[in-house]
């Protein structure tokens, strides 16, 4: 909270740096809120946040008040000379008004563990980082034994974030465990699932809890070098993260002698360029080593013989994220969140035809109905939904007689489905899902790095077989031939890629057979 307005002490104002907000006139808000506030001589204070995670109201200006922080939104550069009319400096109402921003019904019901300081702070401000508890979970890691933080990771019930929800302690374990070294920590921040923008939020709205979560995973397995490999397509969070770890390693937090500890830990960021199968672990390595991201045989194993042969820690952006809440507040704070073996929390993202798309953190456990309506609000055509893809374009096809299964990795496994990455991509009752089964077939022969014939071949002969029983031609033979077909992807591809790509195709036919008995 801030004190009242003075002369001598500026009032506050957030507005987000975060690149959806920019897409929509962030900076040109900003520009004119400073500019309004010298034309009446209000003194302010302008602080680039990251974004809420509530994009239907970009740009969402906030300002701090003794009540707290009130937003208003979306608001547009015209906006600015009346919302100084009314008194926006002292929280006072307006039509683009939303009371507290903490009470705004979107947010006030989620678990933001994750995301508790994205939005909340300077991104890039070390002082507002470590005042909001960042570095916390490293300190206390830095006076652990190794063997100490594998265990209160592995106690947390953390999984991977990125697909496979691999036990993060497992992984971590095997890699301190292994003889060969240097050791490797490798951050996986290429997201490339379609509806999918978390990793993105979290590097431009809080980077250091990327930086701090790296280190820690360095600490746990005796590593002394880490990457963060990031996406050609994500500029502005790879700009942030740049200066993010060279203010880290200023500080202190980064280096040769990591907080006073005498230990090392370098981290350097690198972008890939834009291929979707280097997101998968040993295509990136490869990418990172120089050479095209073609996926490798396993095994061994990256934790084995990872990065240039030695033991490599990968995980995906988001478990990483996770681990310096786990350090600060406990296994057993962590563990207490979600269902089943789905501890924890998970950054789910709503896209596609949703009226209210963004990012919302929540325990698992919770439904796609609640999700898509409580949250979401609904189909922004004002349609009923249809069909939800869950887990990016690989993820199968959720109808909605399916829609209060519990969004938790083992129930989604007995459907068929995933959880993945968090993506939730909505379509309404107008979509045609013979013609989505093509798209993730023809996704995937546009995406496979060609090193395997299930995948490189079959996605090929998948497109093909599909335009067959779309325009009529012998379609019983050829559904028998689709799902033949996808039996050999999903049992004989190298990668997860070839491997997947199946399951859209095949819930779809499952779900919808009745899209696939269309004439043209």
């Not at 705004?104 to 678990?111: C, D, K, N, T, V």
């Not at 070098?225 to 700009?239: C, K, L, M, V, W």
């Not at 033991?311 to 507040?329: D, E, G, K, R, Y």
Request: glycine share 12%; proline share 7%.
């Amino acid at each position: 909270m801030s004190p009242p307005l003075t002369a001598s002490r500026p009032q506050r104002v957030y507005v987000p740096g975060d690149s959806g907000a920019l897409s929509v006139g962030a900076d040109q808000v900003a520009r004119s809120l400073e500019i309004e506030a010298q034309r009446r001589g209000l003194p302010i204070e302008l602080v680039r946040n990251g974004s809420r995670g509530l994009y239907w109201v970009e740009p969402l200006v906030e300002v701090a008040t003794p009540a707290g922080r009130m937003a208003y939104g979306p608001v547009r550069a015209q906006d600015v000379p009346d919302l100084f009319a009314a008194g926006f400096l002292s929280g006072e109402p307006h039509r683009l008004g939303h009371g507290l921003t903490a009470l705004m019904p979107y947010l006030a019901g989620q678990e933001r563990l994750t995301f508790a300081r994205v939005g909340l702070t300077d991104p890039l401000s070390l002082e507002d980082y470590q005042a909001h508890g960042g570095f916390a979970g490293l300190t206390r890691a830095i006076g652990l034994e190794p063997a100490q933080i594998v265990q209160e990771v592995t106690d947390s019930g953390l999984r991977g974030r990125g697909g496979a929800a691999f036990p993060t302690g497992i992984k971590w374990a095997t890699v301190r465990a292994a003889p060969l070294a240097p050791k490797y920590v490798v951050c996986n921040a290429d997201e490339g699932d379609s509806g999918t923008f978390s990793d993105r939020m979290l590097m431009e709205g809080d980077p250091y809890c990327l930086i701090e979560g790296t280190t820690i995973a360095a600490l746990a397995v005796g590593a002394t070098q880490g990457y963060i490999y990031s996406r050609s397509e994500y500029p502005h969070a790879f700009r942030i993260m740049e200066t993010a770890i060279a203010r880290a390693r200023a500080a202190g937090f980064l280096g040769p002698d990591l907080l006073g500890s005498g230990r090392t830990f370098e981290l350097e960021l690198r972008m890939g360029a834009g291929a979707y199968i280097c997101g998968e672990e040993t295509a990136m390595l490869e990418s990172l080593e120089g050479r095209p991201g073609l996926v490798r045989f396993k095994p061994p194993l990256p934790a084995i013989a990872g990065l240039f042969g030695r033991p490599t820690v990968i995980n995906n952006a988001m478990s990483l994220a996770s681990v310096p809440i786990i350090l600060a507040q406990g296994a057993a704070f962590y563990r207490d969140y979600g269902v089943g073996r789905s501890h924890g929390t998970l950054p789910f993202q709503l896209a596609g035809n949703i009226r209210h798309g963004g990012l919302v953190e929540k325990a698992f456990g919770l439904t796609l109905n609640e999700m898509l309506y409580d949250y979401g609000g609904g189909s922004a055509s004002g349609r009923p939904i249809r069909a939800v893809q869950v887990g990016g374009p690989l993820g199968a096809y959720v109808p909605e007689s399916q829609f209060d299964i519990p969004l938790d990795y083992e129930a989604y496994v007995k459907i068929g489905a995933m959880i993945g990455h968090g993506g939730i991509v909505a379509f309404d009752d107008t979509v045609d899902m013979a013609r989505m089964a093509r798209y993730a077939m023809e996704f995937c022969a546009h995406e496979s790095c060609g090193k395997c014939t299930p995948c490189r071949i079959g996605s090929r002969r998948g497109v093909e077989v599909i335009d067959r029983i779309i325009a009529g031609q012998a379609r019983a033979a050829n559904l028998a031939l689709l799902e033949s077909l996808c039996d050999t992807m999903l049992n004989g591809s190298l990668c997860a890629l070839g491997g997947m790509a199946p399951y859209p195709v095949q819930s779809a036919l499952r779900h919808f057979p009745e899209d696939f008995k269309r004439s043209t």
